[in-house]
């Protein structure tokens, strides 16, 4: 059984995939940790010294090879691997099992001012500016997001409950 975690940065993909596989039996692999290791460097090094086009071309063979090592499996991927290349069309061709987990911009908003120094992505950005910037952002990636098979509200529920509804709906 091969299931997939999509959505935004800080819609608690690692956190979810993390109790699925203890609750499962199934291994956990974050996409991000994965490519990290295969570079032996950072993702935001990885950007910075060879730039944003071979990190997508890397994650696009990365995910392949995840999909084709692993019959077993729960993978967490970045919130933008969806969103680039043909990324989204390779987990649902390979899993009956994408999930999307939805959270509330307001929830987003909350969640990542708590650590915005570990999110590249927003940690310049002034905290009265991350409303407009998540949902702006947001917005462009849905598109991708909603793709997935199952969609999961996350807003106001703990890691369990969730854990508990992509068992049900579990193909």
Request: charged share 25%; hydrophobic share 35%; proline share 4%.
């Amino acid at each position: 059984m091969q299931i997939v975690l999509v959505g935004y940065m800080g819609s608690g993909k690692s956190t979810v995939g993390k109790e699925l596989s203890k609750r499962l039996k199934i291994n956990f692999l974050d996409l991000d940790n994965y490519i990290e290791e295969k570079y032996e460097m950072p993702i935001s090094e990885i950007f910075s010294t060879k730039g944003e086009i071979f990190f997508r071309k890397s994650e696009t063979e990365c995910l392949k090879e995840v999909f084709e090592l692993n019959d077993n499996i729960i993978l967490s991927t970045g919130g933008g691997t969806p969103c680039y290349g043909e990324n989204m069309e390779v987990m649902l061709q390979n899993s009956p099992n994408v999930f999307y987990l939805n959270v509330s911009i307001p929830e987003l908003v909350s969640r990542l001012q708590k650590e915005k120094e570990h999110r590249p992505l927003i940690a310049k950005i002034p905290d009265g500016d991350l409303p407009e910037f998540i949902g702006k952002h947001l917005f462009e990636r849905s598109f991708f997001y909603t793709k997935a098979q199952h969609t999961i509200k996350v807003q106001q529920k703990g890691a369990m409950e969730i854990v508990k509804e992509v068992v049900a709906k579990l193909v």
